[in-house]
Every structure is written in C-alpha cells, then in structure tokens.
C-alpha cells in the first residue's frame, strides 16, 4: 500500500507537458529540446549544401561565373559559410549534447531548462532574420546598407543564442554529475561535450564583442571598415581553422565512444584520452586573431596547425 502510494506521488510531482505544438514553446524537457535543435540543423544543413554547391560550381570554372555575378557569389559563399557553421555545426552539437548529456551523467534534466529552450527559439528567429537580410541585399557584401546591419544584428542574436546553450551544456556537466561520477570517470561523449562548450563559452564573446564594434562602426561612422567590405574579414575566423577544430572535438566523443562499445575491453589509460580530446580543444582557442596574420606568416600559421592538427588526432585515437 505505501508503495503504491509513494509511487502515485512521484508521478504527481512530475510536470507533465504539453504534447501540442505550443508546448513547444514553453518546454522544459531536454530531449524535445534536442530533438527541436537537431531538425531544425538538419534543415539548414539541406540549405547550406545547396548554397555550398552553387559557390563550388563558380569556383569549377575559372574564367567566368557559372550559377552566380561577382556581387551574387560573394553573398552566397558568406551565406553558405554562416549556415553551415551557425545554423548546423554548433546547433547539432548543441542538441545532441543537451539530449544525451543528462542520460550519461545521470541527471534528471539539463541545468537550465527555460534557459536550454530560449537558446533554441532564440537561434531560431535569428536565423530567420539571417536570411531575411541576405534576401534584402544584406550580408558582409551586400549593397544595402540596412540589410548589412540587419545581418550584424542577426548574427549577434544567433551568437547569444548559441552562447546560451554552450553554457547550459558546460554547466550541466561540472555541476550535475551522479554522486561519485567524477570528471575523469564520465563518458567520452559527455567529456568531449564539456570542452567544447568551454570553448565556446570562450569564443563566442570575443565574436559578440566584434559584431557589435562593426555595428557600431557601419551605422554611425565607417572609422575603421570603410564600407561593407571589412566586415567579412573581422568575422571569417569563427568559419576556418583552428576554430573549426573545436567543432571537431563532438565527433572524437562520438568515436570514442563507439571504439569502447566494440573493444568490449577496459581502457587502460582514460586520462590520455581524455587529455587529448581537452588539448583538441585547446587548440582551437585563439582563431580570433588570425585576421592579423597575412602573407606568409598566414602559410606558416596554417602548416603547423596541420602537422598538430594531426598529431592531436593520433594521440586521441592512441589514448582510446
């Protein structure tokens, strides 16, 4: 009878939601969450192929445009960049981290909810105002000067959204752990997850700080851009190496986590693998001050970061 009982409360207490479409709105689950994420960044990777195809077809032909004019071509590539990285890249991690995260660490939900469902409708939006100002003539190379502010303000909300949910996932990892789950001991997925939220957590602020200077700079004065055409070269950073080997780091979780499943053997030495995904990581901190670097210090920046690239990799695969 108490347990039957106890067992009656417990289902009480829980919250139930909302199974409609306008639940989604307000949500508090971290699976539909991740679920809404992942979707919609599939979505928008079928967008960003498509736009990746057309800047491939030109690049195909060099004497003359195939699909796209000079002007056309460079919003395209801009475009294509922005959603392959901001639209699906770090959404898709971000929604698989917020689904599985919680179910490997033993937590109940993520830390945030509210805050894990705002960072989705927020990026979202922002996306769509993304793509409005590119409709308009806007972007980095467009020639309306309204639509490349619109494009800066919409960059800035996809930022914001993004940063919110890197810091949900980072949060819910150091602070919701089971009880003697440590650190060292939590899946490789879980683990990946955390470095690179921490990352972002890094990262991201140092492009926020940027857009709203070049905000400022295009709407009120042209100081230091001089027009449109400094604004793609302050922002690319967040689209190249080494900031793409953050984005990397999700997928050495992944792999490691299907190299245990199939070894069906202890690992020996976790803290080297551990230790390696983290330097992975690690590495791609600093990308924000590449755009100072040009010429041959560019080549020689871009040799070594190969040459460790693949030495991070080797030493992960080695530690799993």
Known sequence: MNETTTEATTQASVPSEDPTPFGWLNTADHKLVGRLFIVAAMMFLAVGA???????????????????????FAQVFAMSRETLVLLFLIPVFLGLATYVVPLQIGAANVAFPRAAAASF????????????????????????????????????????????????????????????LYLDRTPPFSWSAMVTASMLVISLPVLLGQLAILYVDHRYGAVFLGGNQGVWARIDWVYRSPQLFIYCVPVLGVFAEIVLSASRRRIFEPLAMYFSIGLVGLFGFGAWANFNVTGEGADIIDGVEGVILVGMYAGALLGS
């Open 121 to 180: 409708w927020g990026w979202l939006v922002s996306a769509g105002v993304l793509f409005g100002a590119y409709l308009g003539n806007g972007g980095p190379y467009g020639g309306w000067s309204d639509g490349v502010d619109l494009h800066l303000l919409a960059l800035g909300g996809l930022v914001v959204s993004l940063l919110l949910g890197a810091i949900v996932v980072a949060t819910t990892v150091l602070t919701m752990r089971a009880p003697g």
């Open 50 to 72: 498509v736009l990746d195809l057309l800047v491939r077809m030109d690049l195909s032909d060099d004497g003359d445009f195939v699909a796209l004019d000079g002007q056309t």
